[in-house]
């Protein structure tokens, strides 16, 4: 009981603070007023100045989808060379060497596409300068790209007949300054004052309060406490559903997320800019019901989702149970499947987490997914095999989101006998042909990704388990690239050179292609009239519509993924009850 | 509808033609035509080949395995060609009778109309744009053309099956002439408007037999969305190889599943029902527009009156029956009602216009005034002329005339007689009513009005209430003045009215509508309707009009119905409704088969995966034979419902597509359940599977 409210308190918590933060990102994107305009005009026209550009220019698809290209590829370039070089740049005081080839550019190629897999662990692999210069600007501007493209496919459904989708640069900068560096702020102020360092001191050895003996009968008296500037990175990794930890345990190490406040602040942290985009979605196209259809799909299957790994959590599995050895229904301390979890954050707390982080495609996480039960994990590898559209990234999930929702209105639009048509605007051999692109390509990313891996004899070297379960480490691995999520089944080893560079290839696949398929989008649909609203329009903002859309999401995700699940942990929960 | 188009779909030989064509149809240039069948076609070959293979020694699974597989797989090929041999097969027919009639004829030539005794004599495909020729009674018309001189009836039942002949006239709107159409009396002169091979007729063999058809936007759009679940399907099934053979590794064994098991397992996963049955819905919906007597220049057309929201419709014909009719006599100035009926009775005796008998009929039903022996009262009619804009009767010094309020006031007041307050009220409440009066006067002294009215035609309240269910507008256009047509439209139900509507007032407004985002179709003849006709986004040209009017609609309505707009409007939406129950359809069978298949193929890797075998299958084999067997004769069952279009309702969006998801979406998620039961029960009990 205590744990329902539990979950039900971090789900209100949420909507509570979205549904403001919506429309005010909605007038961001507008350039309207807000209240912070007045500090912050200055500093935004100071930029356009600095960087000579043009506040008028309203930019076709193409340019606007070349100037995101060029922007990410910059960007890969310098983090790929600050990876590779960190040996010979400041701020290094462990002096730690430069990554390999690949593993530089399996990180670039994650850090860029928002995905933030870790085929390294931070605290061993990478310096203070580059977590701050490289992987913090990342993790703001992988985001606000994000964000970004969702703008401009909310203005193809907007304009009519025009032919600009808006400005990359004007709305990177806005995107930056009025939402993701305040938010940043807040959440870091608030999980410092936790005891989240923020430090450029060297690591420190501590003495341990209780020596450990090992089995080799040595004794442990001595600890290296890894510091750095944690909590400025730790805050965007939330918010810009991120998830690369600064430290490899990530959310689960006490330096990153000591206490139940920290812990609400991150977790809520996670899905509180993609569930407020619904809400911008719906302000910005004039019609309020739309977003909230679009949230209720998301918000249906997230409580869906984590129900179920509840559900699994709490009942633990047989082998647990099997004479008593750990007491499911235990009242008073933490029963059910604790594996993996951390004493400190019981399994309600974990469980919401696993949810949230698959759900939104941030993939920090403060449990090892990897110990979950079959099925608990299992639906952390769906969430993100859906297209990581339950909610998903900031911006990429609610465009994904929107690209089924025009295969919906598709295949629904046709069943009340009309050529199909969403917010208005006609959907067209175009439009089909790129919105499958943007459904359809995490899919093909884990499919051909995990398929290939499957055939390398060595694959096996790199699982910690065999069996089903070992088959489930290598699938949540591409899943979560293909995803953009970034989480791992934790005994995966990673660190190959063709794990690094197949996982960054899928990686960059799955970004790339729904975005540019996203921006097609909205420059075809910019140029569109308006069909006037009858009757006899497909409603896309009732019950119906939101059941057909989930159903949808879920048929797309069922179809491609059934026979992989079957193999993994679906054979596992099954070898679990027998 | 003529008897000519109501071929049987069920015919013998039709059938056997469909058949014959279902095995030319496996040609590869046909095929790969249809991406997703090609896959199936593909499929087919690759397990022929695998058979081959296994017979030499190469065994990738039991040969009577792979057989089966093979022979299921072409069958399943065969069965789409089928239903695309039979959706063609009316339209062939059809094309046949019209070729029949589309002889090389003779032609007159002439050099000008003042030479047309002086004709020449020359092969109709010889004819040139511009060319003059004659036709003469008993002649057939050499080409397409419009009438410069003279008029004749002609029979046009070879294109419109209607056997009653129609005039046609130089000048107004009833000029086109088809060519294959045959002149039955008097004789015309005619301006060549097409080339051979251009011609009406030429065009409208090549719609209705298909040759013309090409994918419209909206079977593009489908067509791509079904190759990229194909192509997601292929990822699925060659993946499950790689995921077989790790998993097969690591339990140490060898990969449990063969090419041949993934290959069905790919068809049946791919939406072949729907990639089937596509191109059989769109000629179905095409040859239904067809025996609707519709002719459409494209299947966009189609398509785009299934989006139509406003409906443009020609008052008279469509909206009220073709005439006006007497409703009511009224008396004024003292003159008592039976004076006024006998009065207006006499004076149309001899009037043959539907109005004038209307009026005789109305006298006879009110008073029992009958029919009177004209000649004894030596009666001399005056007919109606646009310049007195009256007409009467003169008999023994008795002078009996009616007509417009206008006409016959002048008429009294010139003859010293007086036009009453009271007369004048009566005219202006019948018009504010939406009728016609009609002023009667018997030597010069008015009697009373005759309230002539237009008669709503029966239903149509209610089909518009229909129309306005699913979000559908309907515009009247009518000549009359604003006041008439309003009471008019309010009487009708109509949403909205073009009064005094002339051809840049409709072209004026389909432009307004247009620009708020609606789409809008309409019927035209004149030649004046053309840039109106061009306008709509649905333009339906009425048979009997001019070249003009039929070269800017996208449709012809051989008919000349005014009310076939609705028709076709249903014809779209059942059109776009078909395709998209049998997609739904499609995509959620999969559900069934998967759980077919799945632990059919795994069973041996992981054994508790035999929990998903929730159909209770009888074995590996016969759940993989029982979907694939599934797969193929869904397609077959399917067919009528393709041909005929699923059922179609004048409800709202929300409640069409309720219904049609429980339907086609749960029904088809459930209905393989059960038949693949059925046919694995089936086929295990006939022993074709051990």
Known sequence: ?578 | MSSKNTNNFGGKAMITRAIKDSFLKLDPKVQVKNPVMFLVYISSILTSVLYVFALFGYKDAAPGFILGTAIILWFTVLFANFAEAIAEGRGKAQADALRASKKDVEAHKIESIATKEMSIAVPSTSLKKGDLVIVHAGEQIPADGEVIDGAASVDESAITGESAPVIRESGGDRSAVTGGTTVISDWIVIEVTSEAGESFLDKMIAMVEGASRKKTPNEIALEILLIALTVIFILVTASLYSYSDFSAKQAGIDNPISITSLVALLVCLAPTTIGALLSAIGIAGMSRLNQANVLAMSGRAIEAAGDVDILMLDKTGTITLGNRQAYAFIPVDGATEEEVADAAQLSSLADETPEGRSIVVLAKEKFGIRGRNLSELHMEFIPFTAKTRMSGVDFNGIEIRKGAAEAVKEYVLQNGAKYSKQCEEAVKAISNQGGTPLVVAKNYKILGVIHLKDIIKQGVKEKFADLRKMGIKTIMITGDNPLTAAAIAAEAGVDDFLAEATPEGKLEMIRDFQAKGHLVAMTGDGTNDAPALAQADVAVAMNTGTQAAKEAGNMVDLDSSPTKLIDIVRIGKQLLMTRGSLTTFSIANDLAKYFAIIPALFMGLYPGLSKLNIMGLHSAESAIFSAVIYNALIIVALIPLALKGVKYREVSATKLLTRNLWIYGVGGIITPFIAIKIIDVFITAIGFIR
């Open chain 1, 1 to 578: 009981m205590q744990a329902i409210l539990q979950y039900g308190f971090y789900l209100i918590i949420l909507v509570v603070l979205a549904i403001p933060l919506g429309s005010y990102m909605g007038k961001v994107m507008n350039g309207e007023k807000v209240f912070l305009s007045k500090i912050l005009l200055p500093c935004e026209n100071f930029i356009y100045r600095m960087l000579k550009i043009d506040k008028k220019e309203d930019m076709h698809w193409k340019k606007y989808a070349m100037c995101t290209l060029a922007f990410n590829a910059i960007g890969f370039a310098f983090l790929y060379l600050l990876l590779v070089l960190q040996r010979f740049l400041p701020l290094n005081p462990e002096n730690i060497e430069g990554n390999s080839w690949h593993l530089a550019f399996n990180t670039a190629s994650s850090f860029i596409t928002n995905t933030n897999w870790q085929a390294y662990s931070g605290e061993n692999a990478l310096s203070y300068f580059s977590q701050m210069m490289g992987l913090t600007v990342q993790n703001f501007v992988s985001a606000a790209v994000g964000i970004v493209v969702l703008f401009a496919l909310i203005r193809g459904f907007v304009r009519v007949e025009e032919k600009g989708v808006g400005n990359f640069f004007i709305d990177m900068t806005r995107t930056i300054l009025y939402v993701l560096i305040p938010l940043s702020i807040v959440v870091t102020l608030g999980i410092a004052s936790q005891g989240v360092v923020q430090s450029f001191k060297p690591y420190e050895t501590v003495t341990l309060v209780e020596p450990i003996e090992l089995e080799d009968g040595s004794v442990v008296t001595e600890q290296v406490v890894p510091l750095g500037p944690a909590a400025s990175q730790i805050a965007i990794k939330q918010l810009g559903t991120n998830g690369g930890g600064f430290m490899g345990a990530n959310s689960a190490h006490p330096l990153e997320n000591p206490t139940p406040f920290s812990n609400l602040l991150e977790m809520i942290s996670i899905l509180l800019i993609p569930a407020a985009l619904c809400f911008t979605f719906g302000r910005n196209v004039k019609d309020k019901k739309q977003g909230i259809a679009i949230f209720s799909a998301m918000f249906i299957m997230l409580v869906i989702a984590l129900s179920v790994i509840a559900v699994n959590e709490h009942a633990a599995t047989p082998q647990l149970a099997q004479e008593g050895a750990v007491n499911i229904l235990a009242e008073n301390q933490a029963g059910g499947n604790m594996e993996g979890k951390e004493a400190r954050f019981g399994i309600a707390t974990s469980g919401t987490w696993a949810a949230f982080t698959t759900a939104a495609s941030n993939g920090s996480v403060n449990s090892m997914h990897d110990s979950y039960t079959p099925i608990g994990g299992m639906v952390t590898m769906l969430l993100m095999q859906l297209g990581e559209v339950v909610f998903g990234g900031v911006g990429c999930g609610l465009y994904g989101m929107l690209g089924f929702a025009i295969l919906t209105v598709f295949i629904a639009g046709l069943m009340v006998g009309r050529t199909p048509e969403y917010l208005g605007k006609k959907i067209e051999p175009f439009e089909m042909k790129m919105a499958v692109l943007v459904c359809l390509a995490t899919p093909i990313g884990i499919l051909v990704g995990s398929g290939i891996a499957a055939l390398i004899p060595t694959i096996a070297d790199s699982l910690n388990n065999s069996g089903a379960h070992g088959f489930s480490e290598l699938l949540y691995a591409y899943s979560s690239a293909g995803g953009n999520n970034g989480s791992a089944f934790a005994g995966f080893n990673a660190n190959t050179p063709f794990l690094n560079v197949s996982i960054g290839i899928v990686m960059l696949f799955a970004r790339f292609a729904p975005m540019v398929a996203t921006l097609a989008i909205a420059g075809s649909l910019v140029g569109k009239k308006k069909v006037a609203v009858s009757v006899g329009t497909l409603p896309t903002h009732n019950a119906l519509f939101v059941a057909l859309l989930i159903f949808i999401v879920l048929l797309i995700g069922a179809l491609s993924f059934f026979p992989a699940l079957a193999l993994g942990p679906i054979a596992e929960y099954f070898q679990m009850i027998a």
